[in-house]
């Protein structure tokens, strides 16, 4: 939104003076943006159509930094069903890696219907995090298979596909504070065999580690929270290697699950999104819940 106001086109910004926000002492400007210039799109029935809009922006002018944007569409065609969206964002400086970036830290959005009622969606951004990753190249042999505590050779680098792996979470999941890209780990709760096979390819408590890939809380009535993750690597005697897996959505998970403190009866696995067909999205009831370790999750090994 930000790059679609300050692009260069022919509207201009209009100072309209000095406001106060809290403590904070701040200057206004507005901008307009007709239909012919416009990029943002409304859904209309299974159309998308474009809008003008006009908005504001409150900057400080000690530091230069954005801390307001205000949008608000023109009326809206009867074939949205609303009359107009408002949006606000709000900005602060982030510090990651050492530098200070802006961002936005709360969005509400509050869509007027044609019949007057309202419906606000509220979202905060917080907990930003810097990721980052080494490799390093070799080249030569590859490395033997590693052998299992109890002699049993494991190919952990290449399982056959479609093999039943239970995977026991160890980690504690607090969801007003966890976020999507937090580290995870688990254990096998089983150990992973191939079809009449009595010697296993990873053994029971092997180390599993993974991310989470999605948390969410809906506040509607009742409340709930959908967790999305994703296991990445197995260790076995200290070497860790890629695990290939894809939730086993055949089997339901039976056992009733401690949610917040009080014991609800069970949980529903949701469909994924079209790009988490690699991640297990779990769908439990409640508001303040914490995902206890120990909760299990069914999957398949992938070639």
Request: proline share 6%; hydrophobic share 35%.
């Amino acid at each position: 939104m930000l790059l679609s106001i300050f692009e260069d086109r022919s509207s201009k910004f209009v100072f309209d003076g000095e406001t106060t926000v809290g403590e904070r002492q701040l200057m206004e400007y507005s901008f307009s943006v007709p239909q012919d210039e416009s990029h943002y799109r409304v859904k209309a029935g299974k159309d998308w159509i474009i809008t003008g809009y006009t908005g504001t922006l409150l900057v400080d002018p000690r530091t230069g930094g954005l801390v307001r944007f205000n949008v608000r569409t023109e009326e809206l065609p009867p074939s949205t069903g609303t009359c107009e969206t408002d949006t606000s964002l709000e900005y602060g400086l982030v510090a990651l890696g050492g530098n200070d970036y802006l961002l936005p830290t709360k969005t509400v959005q509050t869509f007027i219907g044609r019949d007057g009622a309202e419906d606000e969606n509220r979202i905060a951004f917080a907990s930003c995090r810097e990721y980052g990753a080494a490799s390093t190249l070799t080249f030569g042999e590859r490395p033997p298979a590693v052998r299992t505590s109890s002699g049993e050779a494991s190919q952990i680098s290449g399982f056959p596909a479609s093999l039943p792996v239970t995977i026991e979470l160890t980690t504690l999941i607090q969801a007003d504070v966890a976020a999507a890209g937090d580290r995870i780990e688990g254990r096998l709760s089983k150990p992973i065999r191939a079809p009449g096979q009595q010697a296993s390819l990873a053994p029971q408590g092997a180390r599993v580690a993974g991310r989470l890939m999605r948390v969410e809380k809906h506040y509607s009535h009742p409340a709930e929270l959908t967790v999305a993750l994703r296991w990445e690597t197995l260790e076995i005697n200290g070497v860790e290697t890629p695990l290939q897996l894809i939730p086993n959505r055949r089997v339901a998970n039976p056992r009733t699950v401690g949610l917040g403190g009080l014991i609800q009866r069970g949980m529903t696995i949701e469909l994924p999104l079209p790009t988490e067909s690699r991640y297990g999205v779990y769908h439990f009831p409640g508001s303040q819940v914490t995902l206890e370790s120990g909760f299990q999750t069914e999957w398949l090994t992938q070639r």
